[in-house]
């Protein structure tokens, strides 16, 4: 069973910056699609970023040239480098990740993928 870890949330102050880790044990040998959801109670979940194996990167319009997704394969993390956040970024943010030929040539922010971790909580406040 894949495992799916993320860290790095925190509470920051609208203009501040977060970097999230998103530790798993897919195979990075094989063909995969990686990406970052938010959630908050008031808003469905949401695609923020995603990533392929051929690092073809993906962003929600909303976090285009603020947000930035980048994968170490040595080291097996994803990382999710967040600038000039504002309030509106506030939300758990979970990572998922699946191997395939089919999670990867559909790649993107929306993609539901098979392996999700627990999230962990980003707080901006104004």
């Known amino acids: 069973q894949v495992q799916v870890t993320e860290s790095g949330g925190g509470s920051v102050q609208a203009g501040g910056s977060l970097t999230l880790s998103c530790t798993s044990s897919?195979?990075?040998?094989?063909?995969?699609?990686m990406n970052w959801f938010r959630e908050t109670p008031e808003r469905e979940r949401e695609g923020v970023a995603a990533?392929?194996?051929?690092?073809?990167?993906y962003y929600a319009d909303s976090v285009k040239g603020r947000f930035t997704i980048s994968r170490d394969n040595a080291k097996n993390i994803l990382l999710l480098r967040m600038d000039r956040l504002q309030p509106e970024d506030t939300g758990l943010y979970r990572c998922?990740?699946?191997?395939?030929?089919?999670?990867?040539?559909?790649?993107?922010?929306?993609?539901?993928?098979?392996?999700w971790g627990q999230g962990t909580q980003v707080t901006v406040s104004s």
């Open positions: 998922a990740a699946e191997t395939g030929n089919a999670p990867y040539n559909r790649c993107s922010i929306s993609r539901q993928l098979r392996n």
């Open positions: 897919i195979n990075t040998n094989l063909r995969y699609c």
């Open positions: 990533i392929d194996s051929a690092g073809n990167t």
